[in-house]
C-alpha cells in the first residue's frame, strides 16, 4: 500500500492511524516488504515492443516495530517531512499522540538501475 516515509540511513519510518488495516495487518505479520521506483521517462522507439522505460528502483525487507515514546515519534515524524520538504516542522503534542509511527528496521535491500 502507499505510504509517505522517511529514512535515517538504517531504517524506513511511516506513520498511520493507531486503528485501521495498516495496523490490522501489521498486528498479524510485522515482517514486510517494501519497494521503491524513481521513473525517469519513456525511452521511445518505432516499434512498440522495443520501447522501454529509464528508471531505478529499491526492494527491500524487514521487520516492522512501533515506535514509542514522544520524542522518538517527533524525530521520525521529522525524518518524513524531511523526505519531502527542506522546511522543519514540529507536531503538535496532540498530533503526536494520535498517530502510530511504525520504524521498519532493513533486514535486506537490492536495487536496479535501468541501462539506456
Known sequence: MPLCFGYDGKALYVHCAKEGRKMDILCRNNKVCFEFD??????ESDEGCKCDIRCQSVIGSGIAHLVDG???KQRALALIMAQYTERTFACPDA?????????LEIESLTGKQSKR
Do not use: C, F, P, W
Open 38 to 43: 524513481l521513473v525517469e521517462g519513456l525511452i
Open 70 to 72: 514522544a520524542d522518538e
Open 95 to 103: 498530533a503526536v499522540e494520535r498517530t502510530a509511527v511504525i520504524k
